[in-house]
C-alpha cells in the first residue's frame, strides 16, 4: 500500500481546480463556493492551534448534515487531528459517551444538538463550538477564547496580501495514519470506535471516482440525504462528490419524503444514493398508485404495447428521482424484493451495494448495467472477499474482507479487534451469503439474526419479513422467536388503514389471512405461529435498519 497517495492532497486538489464553483450547500439556505470553505478551513486551523491542538488529537462533531458540518470535518483531517463523526440521533448520555470515550478536545454543535448535551459531562473537552457560525459554546481554554474574539484580524495577519489557492499548504497524511473514529454504537459497553486510516478514506473515494465519476458530467450536482456521520453518506455523497469538484445540497431538515421527493425535483442529482426505506416509500406512495390502475395492468400484458408501457412507467420513475441520475444506489439493508422486481422489470437504472462501517464503508459494487438481481454487486478490485463455505456458490457462510478499505482495528478494544480481525487479517462481517463463480455475492442475512428452527433448521427471519412487506397494509415487519415458535411484529400502514376505514378487527383479519398466505409458501419449520401489531414504527438505526435486539 505504499503506492496510496495523500488523501488531503485531492482535498486541496479539489480546492484549488474548482475555486470559484459551488461546493457546499444548504438546501434553501446558504452556499459556499470552494474558496469560502477553503478560507473557513484555514480560520478553524487557527483557532485549533490556539487551543494547542496536536497533530493526532481527536475533535468530534455532532449535528444535521450542513455546509458548516462539513467545513468542520475538512479542516480537522486537513489539520491532522483525527475526527470523531456523531450521529446527531445519539441521545445526550451517548454523545458524553462518545467525547469522553475517544479523549475529544473539541466538539462542533449543531442548533438540535446544542441543547441537549451539558459541557460538565464532557470535563476534558477544551471548547464547544457551534456550527452554524463557529462562535465559541463553551471555552476552558483563554487562548481559544482570544482566537476566536480576534480571528478576522489573526487571518488578516497571516495572509496579509490575500488568501490564494498557492496559500493551501495543508497536513500530509500518510496511509496508515489514523483519520477517523466512528463509533457503530453510542452505548456505554456496546460503544465500538471503529479506527480509519487515511487509505480506507482514499480507497473509497479513488473506487468511486474511477467507476461511478466516469458515468457523471462534470460539476455535477449531488444531495445529501444520509447523514454524514454514517460512513455510507460521508464516502458516497460527501467526500467522493466533494474531492470531485461536485456541488453539494445538504438536507439539513429531517429528510421526510415529502422533503426528498420535493428536493429531488429542485436540486435534479447526477446520481442518487439511498437507504432502501427511502426508495420503497416513493416507489409505493407516489409511483405505484399511478401505474395500478386496470388499464395500465391489461396493456402490460399485451406484447405489442408493454414495452412501450414499461418505458414510460420507467421514466415517471426516474422523474421521481429528479430525471438526471446515471443511477440509483442502494446500500445499508436488504432491499425488498417485489421493489427490487418492479424496477428490474422496467429497466430502471438501479444498483445494489454492500459494505460495513469497518470497511468505510464499500465491500462490493457492480454498475447497473452489471447488477444481477438479489445480490449486492461484486468485491471492489482494492478488496478481497471470501465466503466462509465449502460450496460458496450455493451454500451460505460468513463474509469475510481485507484490503485497502479495511479499518485498522477498535479503539481501546483489542479484544474486540481481535474478535473481528483474524492472524489472516479477514475481517469477519457477521453476514451470511452465498457468492457465485462471477464473483456476485448474494447476502441472505445477518448471523446474529439468523435463528433456530424447532428441528435445527436455520431460519432467515429476514427472508420472511421480504415477503410479509409486500403484503396487504403491512407498513413493515419483524420476526421473532417465542420458544419454538415464530411470531411476526407488524406494523401497520396506517394511512391506508384510515384511507380504507378498517376496524381494529378487520385490520386483524386482514393480517390474518396474510399470515395464512406466507405459511402457504414457507416449509414447515418456518411458518408463522401467530402475529402482533404494533401501534407505532420500529426504532431504527441511522442507515433505518430495525434495532432487532429492542424486540426480541
Same mark, same amino acid.
Given at each position: 500500500m505504499n503506492d496510496i497517495p495523500s488523501f488531503n492532497s485531492y482535498i486541496e486538489k479539489t480546492i484549488q481546480d474548482n475555486w470559484l464553483l459551488d461546493a457546499l450547500t444548504d438546501y434553501k439556505g446558504i452556499t459556499l463556493q470552494y474558496h469560502d470553505v477553503a478560507r473557513k478551513i484555514e480560520k478553524l486551523h487557527i483557532m485549533m492551534e490556539a487551543a494547542g491542538i496536536q497533530k493526532g488529537d481527536r475533535i468530534a462533531v455532532c449535528g444535521r448534515n450542513s455546509a458548516h458540518w462539513a467545513v468542520a470535518f475538512l479542516a480537522?483531517?486537513?489539520?491532522?487531528?483525527?475526527?470523531?463523526?456523531? *450521529? @446527531?440521533?445519539?441521545?445526550? &448520555? !451517548?454523545?458524553?459517551n462518545i467525547v469522553n470515550h475517544s479523549e475529544s478536545k473539541l466538539l462542533f454543535v449543531g442548533d438540535y444538538v446544542v441543547n441537549m448535551i451539558e459541557a460538565d459531562d464532557m470535563p476534558h473537552v477544551e471548547g464547544i463550538l457551534n456550527l452554524p457560525d463557529f462562535? *465559541? @459554546?463553551?471555552?476552558?481554554? &483563554? !487562548?481559544?477564547?482570544?482566537?476566536?474574539?480576534?480571528?478576522n484580524e489573526l487571518f488578516g495577519h497571516r495572509f496579509p496580501n490575500a488568501f490564494r489557492k498557492d496559500d493551501i499548504h495543508w497536513h500530509h497524511d500518510s496511509a496508515e495514519e489514523l483519520c477517523m473514529i466512528n463509533y457503530t454504537s453510542g452505548t456505554t459497553g456496546f460503544s465500538k470506535g471503529v479506527m480509519l486510516p487515511y487509505r480506507a478514506l482514499w480507497g473509497n473515494v479513488d473506487f468511486c471516482q474511477k467507476h461511478l465519476g466516469n458515468h457523471m458530467p462534470k460539476f455535477s450536482n449531488m444531495l445529501s440525504i444520509l447523514p454524514m456521520a454514517h460512513m455510507y453518506g460521508m464516502a458516497i455523497e460527501f467526500l467522493f462528490p466533494f474531492c470531485s469538484g461536485y456541488h453539494l445540497h445538504f438536507l439539513t431538515r429531517l429528510p421526510s419524503p415529502a422533503i426528498i421527493a420535493e428536493a429531488f425535483q429542485q436540486v435534479k442529482p447526477d446520481v442518487v444514493v439511498a437507504v432502501p426505506l427511502i426508495?420503497?416509500?416513493?416507489?409505493?406512495?407516489?409511483?405505484?398508485?399511478?401505474i395500478q390502475s386496470n388499464a395500465i395492468k391489461i396493456m402490460l400484458q399485451m406484447p405489442v404495447v408493454s414495452k412501450k408501457v414499461k418505458e414510460r412507467i420507467c421514466q415517471e420513475v426516474y422523474a421521481a428521482f429528479g430525471g438526471r441520475a446515471y443511477?440509483?444506489?442502494?446500500?445499508?439493508?436488504p432491499l425488498n424484493q417485489e421493489i427490487e422486481q418492479f424496477l428490474k422489470s422496467i429497466d430502471?437504472?438501479?444498483?445494489?451495494?454492500?459494505?460495513?462501517?469497518?470497511?468505510?464503508?464499500?465491500?462490493s459494487y457492480s454498475d447497473w448495467h452489471d447488477f444481477e438481481p438479489g445480490s449486492c454487486g461484486t468485491p471492489l478490485p482494492s478488496m478481497e472477499v471470501k465466503i466462509a463455505s465449502s460450496a460458496p456458490d450455493n451454500t451460505e457462510g460468513e463474509i469475510l474482507a481485507r484490503g485497502t478499505n479495511l479499518m485498522l482495528g477498535y479503539y481501546k478494544n483489542p479484544e474486540a479487534t481481535h474478535q473481528a480481525i483474524d492472524d489472516d487479517g479477514w475481517y469477519h462481517t457477521g453476514d451470511l451469503a452465498t457468492m457465485s463463480s462471477d464473483g456476485h455475492i448474494y447476502i441472505r442475512g445477518r448471523l446474529k439474526n439468523m435463528l433456530l428452527g424447532a428441528n435445527g433448521q436455520n431460519?432467515?427471519?429476514?427472508?420472511?419479513?421480504?415477503?410479509?412487506?409486500?403484503?396487504?397494509?403491512?407498513?413493515?415487519?419483524?420476526?421473532?422467536?417465542?420458544?419454538?415458535?415464530?411470531?411476526?411484529?407488524?406494523?401497520p400502514d396506517m394511512d391506508e388503514v384510515k384511507h380504507m376505514g378498517f376496524s381494529e378487527e378487520e385490520l386483524a383479519q386482514v393480517m390474518e389471512q396474510n399470515r395464512q398466505e406466507i405459511n402457504a409458501q414457507l416449509p414447515n419449520y418456518s411458518k408463522l405461529q401467530s402475529f402482533e401489531m404494533q401501534q407505532e414504527e420500529f426504532i431504527k438505526t441511522p442507515k433505518k435498519s430495525i434495532k432487532r435486539y429492542l424486540y426480541k
Open positions: 480537522t483531517i486537513t489539520y491532522g487531528a483525527v475526527i470523531v463523526p456523531i *450521529l @446527531h440521533e445519539f441521545n445526550a &448520555e !451517548q454523545i458524553h462562535s *465559541l @459554546h463553551t471555552s476552558r481554554n &483563554e !487562548q481559544l477564547t482570544d482566537a476566536r474574539e480576534r480571528l426508495i420503497e416509500k416513493i416507489i409505493r406512495k407516489r409511483v405505484f398508485p399511478k443511477e440509483v444506489i442502494i446500500g445499508g439493508a430502471f437504472p438501479f444498483t445494489v451495494g454492500y459494505g460495513t462501517t469497518e470497511c468505510a464503508p464499500l465491500i431460519v432467515y427471519p429476514e427472508e420472511i419479513e421480504d415477503k410479509l412487506n409486500s403484503m396487504a397494509l403491512v407498513s413493515e415487519s419483524l420476526i421473532v422467536q417465542r420458544g419454538d415458535h415464530l411470531v411476526a411484529l407488524i406494523h
